[in-house]
């Protein structure tokens, strides 16, 4: 069998539609688009085609969008670029953020902004009277994720947008893993700043974007040129716009159809446990009712997740954890943490996550060989 890829959460494999659209682009364009001349008009013509593709489709105007690199540069570029428009204040941002969000929140603690990590449930969900509580007159931005990268799980962001709106609050959405699962539709969300990132929808790699609602300070992380409107100097990644619009094109036509299938993967997963391992012998990290379809998170007590990692790496199945490994030791991931899970739940946490070309038989097999790692591995203590 050929290797099965349940990763999608850390990035996904390029859509061959995209793959061509790239391709195209590479191929046939190659100027500069603040060109002047007719070569730069062309490739500053595929630039706005991309933006007008991306942000008729997210529901905000052109002018409203900014390439980046990537989700990290959207996150910082939102943070700092609000943070810089003004001196000092308070942010409150999650204990479950992407470390883009997390890392960055620390930085501009170190320079002498005021941070409240807001904790969460059991599920990874944020309450509302938490942030309500935390709420100071100083308090100028909220960032809050759409959708956890680990565990999956929906945070309630028009509440939490409501509520921002109402104290003239600043609020920043990462959702860089709800895009192509949540439908979003920009200008009628009570939302400010919202990042996103071509890669985990079958775009590629190192092309982004940022949602700044017009007339918001934003102030730029990268000098340089005009581009961007003066917000994100240097020369336009034109095949990766390219891609990127033609990723967001196929993530939010095939929404729907990828939801069951996603629901699908899952059910068939879990089903072939409980008929292999029985529902005692492992516990889901998330949240049921608010969650990605496509992110299963998953304990087994008793087996470490770098044991479990390696094992089904052996048998051809990439998956992996929220935890970061450094220096061979693997760190409790900080969103598990945050939840508050058992300390069993907490080192034997394993990441499945599915996408593209992904089959029901796959998880099948998947299940399976959970199984006879398990019984390996008992058999061996
Ligand atoms: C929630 C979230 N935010 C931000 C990022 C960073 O995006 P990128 O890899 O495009 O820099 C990721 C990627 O894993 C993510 O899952």
């Known amino acids: ?13 390029v859509h061959p539609e995209v793959a061509e659209v790239i391709m195209k ?28 593709a991306i942000t008729s489709r997210l529901g905000c105007s052109p002018d409203e969008w900014i390439f980046t690199g990537g989700g990290t540069e959207s996150d910082n570029l939102a943070l700092f670029g609000a943070a810089y428009s003004r001196k000092g204040g308070h942010i409150i ?12 929140c620390e930085e501009l603690e170190r320079e002498g902004y005021s941070l409240t990590y807001l904790p969460v449930d059991r ?41 921002a ?20 539709s920009l200008h009628s969300l009570p939302v400010d700043y919202m990042s996103f990132t071509a890669h985990k929808i079958n775009g590629p790699q ?12 934003l102030h730029p992380r990268l000098h340089g040129g005009l581009q961007e409107r003066g917000r994100r100097a240097g020369t336009e990644n034109l095949a990766g716009a390219a891609g990127f619009a033609k990723a967001v094109e196929l993530a939010i036509e095939g929404q729907a159809g990828r939801h069951e299938e996603a629901l699908a993967l899952r059910r068939r997963l879990l089903e072939t446990l409980n008929q292999g391992i029985g529902p005692d012998a492992y516990r889901i990290n998330g949240n049921a009712m608010h969650g990605l379809p496509h992110i299963t998170n998953i304990s087994f007590p008793g087996v470490r997740t770098d044991v479990m990692l ?72």
Request: with cysteine; aromatic share 4%; net charge negative.
């Open 310 to 381: 390696m094992n089904l790496d052996m048998e051809g199945i990439a998956a992996s954890s929220g935890s970061a490994c450094t220096s061979g030791s693997l760190e409790i991931s900080h969103v598990l943490r945050a939840m508050n899970l058992p300390d069993d739940q907490l080192s034997s946490a394993i990441r499945f996550s599915t996408g593209l070309g992904n089959t029901t038989e796959e998880m099948e097999h998947v299940a399976r060989k959970i199984e006879t790692i398990l019984n390996r591995l008992r058999t061996k203590e």
């Open 93 to 104: 941002t999650t204990a479950i953020e992407h470390h883009a969000v997390l890392h960055a």
């Open 25 to 52: 682009v590479m191929t046939e364009q190659f100027g500069n688009a603040s060109s002047v001349h007719m070569v730069g008009r062309s490739a500053k013509k595929i630039m706005s085609g991309a933006r007008d």
């Open 206 to 217: 190192g092309i982004g974007g940022l949602y700044v609602r017009r007339g918001l300070p």
């Open 165 to 184: 709106r109402e104290k003239g609050i600043l609020f920043h959405v990462d959702a860089v893993q709800a895009l192509g699962s949540i439908p979003i």
């Open 1 to 13: 069998m050929k290797p099965i890829y349940l990763d999608h959460a850390a990035s996904t494999p």
């Open 123 to 163: 599920t990874g969900r944020v309450a509302l009277k938490d942030l309500e509580a935390e709420l100071r007159d100083d308090t100028f931005l909220i960032s809050v994720m759409l959708a956890n990268n680990e565990v999956g799980t929906v945070q309630p962001i028009e509440e939490i947008g409501r509520l």
